[in-house]
């Protein structure tokens, strides 16, 4: 494949590439388009308000626990600001809505590709490590409360490199001439298999999580305050790392659909374009339950919520008293 793409060539491999199907009505494309861009909106919102909470709370700086929350948030904010733009633009060509078509170049459409999904992907890495984590802080809490932070810098380091290598291997198999057969593979391996072993890590370890706090050994009362927080916070990271995996559950449904069902092209555009839409908003929302999961479960991140606003409230207010006549 040649290093740049014609129009024709490129929508072909648009099409191949997984983008919704093409020459629909605008009609049927714009309250996807409306809908995802409220949904993108309010993912950034939402976490930049996250960001600044667990950056100037003292107590969740203080903890290395937060390194990994706070790298989370900043995957899910970048879903909805480099992500979620990426998304709407891809529904946009499905259906012919822009004005201004650029003649793209192969490497400018892998590069598209690849940031459409890199930061989910990260963000699902994180949710990983974060299981892990918890389970070293629920064996092992005193060496846990002593756990150098270059530990989690590392940590957070490994993350991004998974994620990056993920698309790295995907953008490989979408520069081959076989292309329709590499992105079934590409489904298969770099999503199914991701997914599933991520899932996999997640569920054993806090079910091993469960076990000790069920059966385990009574909780030392020299350790009691930092144990009950401790397995308070792993509560909270559970409930976020099985509502992202939920919302990440649709796309595999969907990848396993195509592959059973030998007459899935037969469904019509119409009903396939739906159908991946409700799917994308799914895999898009893995970035906004988060911060609803915090505000529900978590009384400090409330708490500096409150004090962000009424911080910025003094200062309008402030801003507003008049100077005294001199």
Same mark, same amino acid.
């Given at each position: 494949?040649s290093?740049g793409?014609?129009?024709r060539?490129w929508? #072909?491999?648009?099409q ?10 605008? =009609?049927e ?18 976490n ?14 203080? +903890?290395?626990?937060? /390194? ?14 480099? =992500?979620g ?18 003649d ?30 918890r ?12 756990m150098?932070?270059r530990?989690?810098y590392?940590?957070?380091a ?9 698309e790295?291997l ?5 520069q ?5 057969? #590499?992105?079934?593979?590409?489904? /298969?391996?770099?999503?199914?298999v991701?997914y599933?072993i991520s899932?996999? /890590?997640v569920?054993v370890s ?6 000790k ?6 909780v ?5 305050a930092?144990?009950? +927080? ?8 559970f409930?976020? =790392?099985?509502? =992202? ?8 449904l ?5 592959w ?9 555009k119409s009903?396939?374009?739906h159908t991946k ?8 929302? #893995?970035?906004?339950v988060n ?10 991140f409330r708490?500096?919520?409150? #004090?962000?606003f009424?911080?910025t ?9 008049p100077?005294?006549k001199?």
């Amino acid at each position: 494949m040649s290093s740049g793409l014609s129009n024709r060539t490129w929508d #072909n491999t648009s099409q191949n590439a997984g983008d919704p199907s093409p020459l629909l009505p605008i =009609s049927e494309c714009l309250p996807w388009i409306v809908l995802l861009i409220t949904e993108t909106l309010v993912i950034v919102v939402l976490n930049a308000i996250t960001m600044t909470v667990f950056m100037t709370q003292r107590q969740m700086k203080r +903890r290395g626990t937060y /390194i990994l929350v706070r790298n989370l948030t900043i995957c899910d904010f970048l879903v909805g600001a480099i =992500s979620g733009a990426l998304q709407v633009d891809r529904i946009g060509e499905s259906c012919d809505c822009w004005e201004f078509k650029a003649d793209l170049k192969l490497w400018t459409f892998l590069l598209k590709f690849a940031f459409t999904h890199v930061f989910s992907f990260a963000s699902l890495a994180n949710l990983v490590a974060i299981s892990v984590e918890r389970v070293h802080a629920t064996y092992r809490p005193s060496s846990h409360v002593f756990m150098n932070r270059r530990a989690y810098y590392i940590a957070v380091a490994i993350i991004w490199l998974v994620a990056i290598t993920r698309e790295a291997l995907q953008i490989a198999l979408l520069q081959g001439e076989r292309l329709k057969k #590499n992105i079934f593979i590409s489904n /298969i391996t770099l999503y199914m298999v991701y997914y599933l072993i991520s899932l996999l /890590i997640v569920c054993v370890s806090y079910l091993s999580i469960f076990l000790k706090v069920r059966f385990g050994p009574r909780v030392n009362p020299m350790n009691h305050a930092v144990i009950i +927080r401790e397995r308070r916070l792993s509560a909270i990271l559970f409930a976020v =790392s099985v509502a =992202s995996l939920i919302t990440l559950l649709p796309v595999s449904l969907f990848i396993c659909l195509q592959w059973l069902y030998d007459d899935f092209n037969s469904l019509g555009k119409s009903v396939i374009f739906h159908t991946k839409m409700i799917v994308v908003t799914f895999f898009v929302a #893995n970035s906004l339950v988060n911060p609803v999961i915090y505000a529900m479960r978590m009384r400090g991140f409330r708490a500096g919520v409150a #004090n962000l606003f009424c911080a910025t409230r003094a200062k309008a207010n402030s801003a507003d008293i008049p100077l005294p006549k001199l």
